[in-house]
């Protein structure tokens, strides 16, 4: 299991290759899920992040992408803004498995997002301080001309020895209404879609636990984390435990011994 809490795209500079009219770059900063950034085409399309001061990096999610089988992502570190040679290189990675749209939508891009659309991504790479950082998606032709994504999100992942308990669940919170008429009709009022995952970290060393305290201290119910809960597996599982979203509430730490510790969490998507 990784986590992202301190997510270094916030301070970025950020630039695209392409840009459509009306999705700029920086919306790939903001928690909004409707502010995307869009490419104007499908080939290669590269996001470089940069910094004024140095920034460790070894993980990036990607939250709420268009993506397609066979889309790629590959992610490269560079110690300063000038370097032209990375020093770390996550290699090209192919998307082997994506979730279809929800029922009416020919796409998993903005258009679904608010209706459980839309993919994610998770890369982790050998831990650098850097300065640049380039994100480079594609995606193979298909309904859409562009790239689409809602979030970028990078920093140092948490990755505690033990990972999650298993009966880890995920779930769908689903803000439909369906109304019965006098004639008997049903009438629905089709609403967002949302994830929810619920996870326990049932063996928390004291630094672990030391490390999961902050988190929740410091990002708390307002700053989205970003988890991806598999690592190997099942593709769909994997996609199944990556979420983007917040605490839905702060429970305590359970403390078992001087050594183990255990926490229970309940992430709800943004």
């Keep these: 299991m990784h ?32 502010s995307t950034w869009r490419s104007t085409s499908v080939s290669s399309q590269t996001i470089t992040a940069t910094w004024a001061s140095a920034q460790n990096v070894n993980a990036v999610g990607i939250a709420f992408a268009n993506f397609l089988v066979n889309s790629t ?9 000038g370097d032209l040679s990375p020093i770390q290189d996550s290699g090209i990675q192919t ?29 982790t ?20 001309s562009f790239v689409e994504v809602s979030r970028i999100v990078a920093g140092r992942s948490f990755n505690p020895e033990y990972g999650a308990r298993l009966g880890a669940s995920v779930g769908f919170t689903d803000m ?8 008997g009709n049903t009438v629905i009022d089709r609403r967002p879609v949302s994830k929810v995952i619920d996870v326990e970290l049932p ?9 999961m305290q902050e988190i929740a201290r410091r990002n708390g119910k307002h700053t989205p984390i970003f988890i991806s809960g598999l690592t ?6 994997r996609q199944d435990f990556t979420i983007y ?20 969490m309940r992430i709800k998507e943004i």
Aim: avoid cysteine; glycine fraction near 8%.
């Design 3 to 34: 986590i992202i809490a301190n997510d270094v795209i916030k301070s970025s500079t950020l630039t695209a290759s392409s840009t459509a009219s009306g999705f700029s770059v920086d919306n790939l900063k903001s928690d909004l899920k409707a």
């Design 73 to 81: 992502v590959r992610v490269r570190l560079f110690t300063n803004t």
């Design 95 to 123: 998307i082997a498995f994506v979730y279809a749209p929800p029922a009416g939508f020919l796409a998993n891009n903005l258009s679904s997002f608010a209706y459980g659309g839309g993919n994610y991504h998770f890369t």
């Design 125 to 144: 790479i050998t831990q650098a301080s850097i300065r640049k950082m380039e994100v480079i998606m594609s995606n193979p032709a298909g309904t859409d």
């Design 176 to 183: 439909t209404l369906a109304e019965k008429t006098d004639a």
């Design 203 to 211: 063996a928390l060393s004291m630094d672990e636990r030391a490390t």
């Design 232 to 237: 190997g597996g099942a593709l769909g599982a």
């Design 245 to 264: 979203g917040t605490f839905e509430d702060l429970a305590p730490m359970v403390f078992y011994n001087p050594n183990l510790n255990s926490y229970s």
